[in-house]
């Protein structure tokens, strides 16, 4: 990871985006509104890394209950970064997806089921071929009850991974950062592009059966 010091300047204008996703015909994932109505009341928010965005954000839109995702950088230094910014190593920052979701159709579980099959989380700044800092795996948490769901589904999955002769996570579990939308044509970019570059590729190994790990004691 680049020092403060090292990372590019980057600029105070945010990068255009689209107003709605292009699969979903849903208001494009946000963070906040600065003014104005909420679109997303009621519904919660989740923000995970794990490698390339655009076959990542494919994943997640697919799930049911998801209402709305959008692709980012996040986890850096460089303010409002352009993706050949990112990729020269030196704005500290990771590509992430951006999820909305209906609490009461898909839980939070259920995305860090996704999250750790369809990624190898021990590849440190990599994900196969992609190598980079914007390649790592990463969680970004809401609220303490994300962080606390991640770090059992992280200790449940690396007993499931020790078992099947993997090496050790280098995910990163950390409070959701600043996102910075990534430009408008890696939004649903594979939606887009259907014959786009997809590198997401899990293990193989299944989380524990049932979650069991993530259910709270009573």
Not at 60 to 73: C, H, K, M, R
Not at 197 to 212: D, E, I, M, Q, R
């Amino acid at each position: 990871m680049p020092s403060v010091a090292e990372t590019l300047k980057g600029r105070t204008d945010e990068l255009p985006r689209p107003e709605r996703h292009f699969v979903l015909d849903a208001p494009l994932a946000c963070v906040s509104r600065a003014a104005g109505e909420d679109p997303f009341q009621g519904l919660e928010r989740a923000m995970l890394g794990i490698g390339c965005f655009w076959g990542a954000e494919r994943k997640f839109w697919q799930l049911p209950g998801v209402v709305s995702t959008a692709v980012g950088y996040a986890g850096g230094f460089t303010e409002n970064p352009t993706y050949e910014e990112v990729c020269t190593g030196r704005t500290g920052h990771n590509e992430v997806v951006l999820i909305v979701f209906d609490p009461s159709a898909v839980a939070y579980v259920a995305l860090l089921k996704a999250f750790w099959e369809s990624h190898d989380p021990t590849q440190g700044m990599r994900q196969g071929n992609d190598v980079g800092t914007q390649y790592r795996s990463g969680l970004y948490v809401f609220s303490d009850e994300q962080r606390e769901l991640a770090l059992r589904s992280l200790d449940g999955y690396a007993a499931a991974l020790d078992a099947g002769g993997f090496g050790i996570i280098t995910t990163e579990i950390v409070q959701s950062p600043t996102l910075y939308y990534a430009e408008e044509y890696h939004q649903q970019y594979l939606a887009k592009n259907p014959g786009g570059y997809c590198g997401l590729a899990g293990t193989g190994v299944l989380c524990p059966s049932g979650l069991a790990v993530l259910v709270p004691s009573p």
